[in-house]
Nanobody
C-alpha cells in the first residue's frame, strides 16, 4: 500500500508561484508513474501533469503547459509541481497520484490507484 502526502498549497496572487510536493510513506516511488490532478468546486477531477517512472518523459494539460513543471528527485522519493504565472482558474484542490500501469499520457484518474489527501491552492485576482 502506498500512502501519498501532498504539501505546499496555499494562497497566492495572480502571477505568483507555488511549489507542491508529494512524498510517499517512507517508500521509494521509483517504480511508479506519477501525476498531478486538480479539482475545483463543482468540477470533475482533471489531469494537470504526468511524469514517467524514469523521470525522462513528462506531459501537461494544455491549460498549464508553459507555466507548470512536474519533476521528481533523483532518489525518486518525492514528486514536485512548480507552478508559475498562476491564474485564478488554477484555484483547486491539487492531488498527487501514482500508477503502476499505463504511460505518461495516462490522463484518466481511474488509472491511478494511489492518491494523496489533496492540498488547497487558491489564486486571488
Amino acid at each position: 500500500q502506498v500512502q501519498l502526502v501532498e504539501s505546499g498549497g496555499g494562497l497566492v496572487q495572480t502571477g505568483g508561484s507555488l511549489r507542491l510536493s508529494c512524498a510517499a510513506n517512507g517508500r521509494t516511488l521509483s517504480r511508479f508513474g506519477l501525476g498531478w490532478f486538480r479539482q475545483a468546486p463543482g468540477n470533475e477531477r482533471e489531469y494537470v501533469a504526468g511524469i514517467s517512472e524514469s523521470g525522462v518523459s513528462t506531459y501537461y494539460a494544455d491549460s498549464v503547459k508553459g507555466r507548470f513543471t512536474i519533476s521528481r528527485d533523483n532518489a525518486k522519493t518525492t514528486l514536485f509541481l512548480q507552478m508559475n504565472s498562476m491564474k485564478p482558474e488554477d484555484t483547486a484542490v491539487y492531488y498527487c497520484a501514482a500508477r503502476t500501469y499505463g504511460s505518461v499520457w495516462s490522463v484518466d484518474p481511474d488509472l491511478y490507484p494511489y492518491w494523496g489527501q489533496g492540498t488547497q491552492v487558491t489564486v486571488s485576482s
